[in-house]
Structure formats: C-alpha cells, structure tokens
C-alpha cells in the first residue's frame, strides 16, 4: 500500500482557472504538509497541518489554500491560476512535527499552467 | 532561513567518495538528509540529533556540528544507485526548511 498517495500526477490547466491536488496518507500520522518544487529544484514549504493547527508559510499567494477534510486528509486548491504557479507540488506527512522522525512523500504532482 | 548546501553538483565515478556540506544560519536542532532521484519523490535518508544520535543508512554516514550550524554527509564507495539530488533539511515543530540541494551523478 502506499504510504502518501497525491492525485493527479499530472495536471495541465489554463490560466485563470481553479485546480485541487488531493492528498492521502495511511501512516496515521499527525501532521501533514505541502511543498513546493521549482524549476530549480528548490522545495519550499507551503503549508503544514496537524490536528489543531495550520501554519502557513508568509510567502504563499492566498490563492492557494489548504483543506483538510480529516487527519488522512489534506488537499491543496489553488485559484487563479498564474503561469508562475507552474512546479511540482509534494504532499508530505510525518509523526508529530519534524523534530526527530522522518518524513514521507508522495510522488508529487506535475502543474503545468498554459 | 533555507540552510545552504555545497558543493551544487559533483559528478563522481563509482568507487569514489564525496563529502556534500549543509549550513545553516539558525540553530539546528536536528539536521535530515534526503536524496530525491529524478522524477520521484525525496526519500528519507537519515536523521541526525542533538547530542550525537543518528539514525538511519546504513552506508552513508553524516556528522552534525551543532556549535557551528552544519552538518556534512559522507558518501563513500558510491554507487551508480546513489546519483540524485541530496536535500539536508532542518526544523523544529511544523516548520521544516530544506537545504539548497547539491546534485550528485555517479558514473561507470
């Protein structure tokens, strides 16, 4: 079974228009997050999520917005698509926060904004 | 906030060695190391903890200078399985940051 599974793996979308990436994991973990993967590589946090808290990093547009229906659960929908929005966007969980344990991801979804 | 890694890229033949550097501007209070493959998802290496423990590979070993805000991960007699990009990456609670990444490539 797969630990973080992200649907869809691809995503080809016009700009202007509203997307969601799902996200679901079967560890029982508590805290979940997204990031996002530029062309460069670089991975930044967008959001993380546990039961009583979410904490958002400053810098992300608010046009993206976390949802988060139950603990296995946490979705990513973004509105008014932009061209920059363009990157592979990994969904994330761990026990409890970072600290010591490790984190899984899913396999990522592929935006494309044309 | 981002720790920054050196060098960027490497490119190395099998059977060599390679030592990749993560700094940090904060305080560390533990230090990961991943290794994404490309195309996939970053895959958990190991963790290194305040005070000396580790966890993790078993042929990669890294070391965690808390005093200084580094940490370095030793690769030795590489493999062509270990061609990736390497992410350190550091965090305390909710928020984790990871490192600037250094490209390894591995060859024949």
């Known amino acids: 079974d797969t630990a973080v599974s992200q649907t869809p793996k691809y995503l080809v979308t016009q700009m202007g228009n509203d997307k969601s990436i799902k996200c679901e994991q079967n560890?029982?973990?508590?805290?979940m997050y997204w990031y996002k993967q530029d062309s460069k590589k670089f991975l930044k946090i967008m959001f993380s999520?546990?039961?009583?808290?979410?904490?958002i990093n400053e810098t992300v547009p608010n046009r993206f917005s976390p949802k988060s229906p139950d603990k296995a659960h946490l979705n990513l929908h973004i509105n008014s698509l932009e061209l920059g929005d363009s990157a592979v966007y990994f969904c994330?969980?761990?026990?409890?926060?970072?600290?010591?344990?490790?984190?899984?991801f899913g396999q990522g979804t592929r935006l494309t904004v044309v | 906030q981002q720790p920054v890694q050196s060098p960027q890229a490497v490119i190395l033949r099998e059977g060599e060695d390679a030592v990749i550097n993560c700094s940090s501007s904060?305080?560390?209070?533990?230090v990961h190391w991943y290794r994404q493959k490309h195309g996939e998802a970053p895959v958990f290496l190991m963790i290194?903890?305040?005070?000396?423990e580790q966890k993790g590979h078993e042929k990669i070993s890294a070391s965690f200078n808390e005093k200084k805000q580094q940490s370095s991960l030793y690769l030795t007699a590489s493999q062509l399985s270990y061609s990736g990009t390497y992410f350190c990456?550091?965090?305390?609670?909710?928020?984790?940051?990871f490192g600037t990444g250094t490209s390894l490539t591995v060859i024949p």
């Open positions: 994330a969980s761990s026990s409890l926060g970072w600290g010591n344990t490790e984190a899984f």
């Open positions: 560890l029982g973990h508590d805290t």
């Open positions: 999520y546990n039961n009583k808290e979410l904490i």
């Open positions: 904060k305080a560390l209070y533990s």
């Open positions: 290194l903890l305040k005070g000396g």
């Open positions: 990456g550091t965090g305390l609670g909710n928020q984790f940051y």
